[in-house]
């Protein structure tokens, strides 16, 4: 009986030990492949930590066995799905994206499904080409909307408001007053006044409230680091009096407020 255990456990133990022979050849090889093919340039990233500072969320943790298998399984399916044809690896360099927006261009409502499939799947995309694919499938997107025989047939004017709707919400910026300069237009004198230094009044009307906000929860660091007894984060006196000026009412960088809003 003890002899017939110790064979079955050491069946089970040999079997274990050949399943993660065959992860660590075989699967963990091809995810840290995809990884490096999917990681940012470290120049690029050096200089994104630069500009805007120790990134928003923490590291990733190593993934689980679990999660590498399912990974796996998820890119298996993505290849059945391509008519197991390897996706083609495409560079910038390559110029492959210039065709992706003339597709776009042209995109209907029955032909965006397959669009928007071999975006996300026919290809290996580096850090530049994926940026491409997505927007290019946004612009295909909005193009067979436009063109549905149902509700489509938008104007110029309704085209305008779908960039900015789409601007406003795709960088989180639905609360901000944004201005979009076309420098093409210096090439005609009637359109001087969109390139003089003059701000609306609501626009600096959000500015005044944004300045005072910081001031406020400025000063409401400062007393809950007090009473912790640490030191706040430092913000440059520099940025403080730039504030204050605002608040006060102080327009900045020469500009004019506008007469009427």
């Known amino acids: 009986m003890q002899e017939e255990q110790q064979r079955t456990q050491e069946r089970a133990e040999g079997g274990a030990a050949a399943q993660a022979e065959v992860v660590e050849k075989a699967v963990l090889p091809m995810a840290k492949q995809e990884a490096t093919e999917q990681a940012v340039p470290a120049e690029i990233g050096d200089q994104m930590v630069s500009q805007v500072g120790p990134p928003l969320y923490p590291p990733k943790s190593e993934p689980s066995l679990w999660q590498r298998w399912s990974s796996r399984w998820q890119s298996f399916k993505r290849w ?42 026919g290809y290996a995309h580096d850090y530049g080409t994926v940026c491409h694919a997505v927007a290019a499938a946004a ?44 420098y093409s237009d210096m090439l005609y ?64 960088f020469g500009y004019q407020l506008s007469k009427e809003d």
């Open 189 to 252: 004198p009637q359109y001087r006044e969109r390139f003089e230094k003059v701000i609306s009044q609501s626009s600096f009307k959000w500015l005044r409230e944004q300045a005072k906000q910081q001031l406020d929860e400025r000063l409401a660091e400062e007393g809950k680091a007090r009473a912790l007894g640490i030191h706040p984060l430092p913000v440059h006196p520099d940025v403080l009096g730039h504030w204050r000026r605002i608040a006060a009412g102080g327009v900045p």
């Open 80 to 121: 059945a799905r391509n008519g197991f044809r390897k996706p083609v690896k495409v560079t910038e360099e390559m110029g492959v994206h210039k065709q992706w927006y003339e597709d776009a261009g042209k995109m209907t409502m029955d032909k965006l499904p397959a669009f928007v499939r071999r975006m996300a799947e």
């Open 139 to 182: 612009v295909a997107a909005a193009w067979s909307v436009a063109r549905d025989k149902v509700n489509g047939g938008i104007s110029g004017f309704q085209a305008g408001a779908v960039m900015w709707e789409f601007i406003a919400h795709w960088g989180h910026k639905e609360d901000k007053p944004l201005k979009l300069v076309d």
